[in-house]
Nanobody, 120 residues
Framework: QVQLVESGGGLVQPGGSLRLSCAAS????????MAWYRQAPGKQRELVAT???????NYADSVKGRFTISRDNAKNTVYLQMDSLKPEDTAAYYC??????????????WGQGTQVTVSS
């Protein structure tokens, strides 16, 4: 099992940047596909970005070109660099993990979340 802890959220003005971190313990992340989700009050949870154990990435259309997901396996950490932030990016952001080698497995490991607020 793996435990995930997010950090780096906060209040930022529109057009600003934040870098979220997801620190893992209990297991090496080299065996996991990783994802960032977000959820705003009254809205559905949204998949923001994914990165596989093989470093393949995908992004939601709403963040493509502005957000970058990356991983540092030596540090057992996943990052989400968020640039050109918009008010609609305001949400609680969650890090999630699933075993890469098991077909059909859902993202069943979750962090506690970190709040991102984009406002003037």
């Amino acid at each position: 099992q793996v435990q995930l802890v997010e950090s780096g959220g906060g209040l930022v003005q529109p057009g600003g940047s934040l870098r979220l971190s997801c620190a893992a313990s209990g297991s090496s992340l080299i065996f996991y596909n990783m994802a960032w989700y977000r959820q705003a009050p009254g809205k559905q949870r949204e998949l923001v970005a994914t990165i596989t154990s093989g470093m393949s990435t995908n992004y939601a259309d709403s963040v493509k070109g502005r957000f970058t997901i990356s991983r540092d396996n030596a540090k057992n950490t996943v990052y989400l660099q968020m640039d050109s932030l918009k008010p609609e990016d305001t949400a609680a952001y969650y890090c999630a993990a699933k075993r890469a080698i098991i077909a059909g497995m859902v993202y069943d490991y979750w962090g506690q979340g970190t709040q991102v607020t984009v406002s003037s």
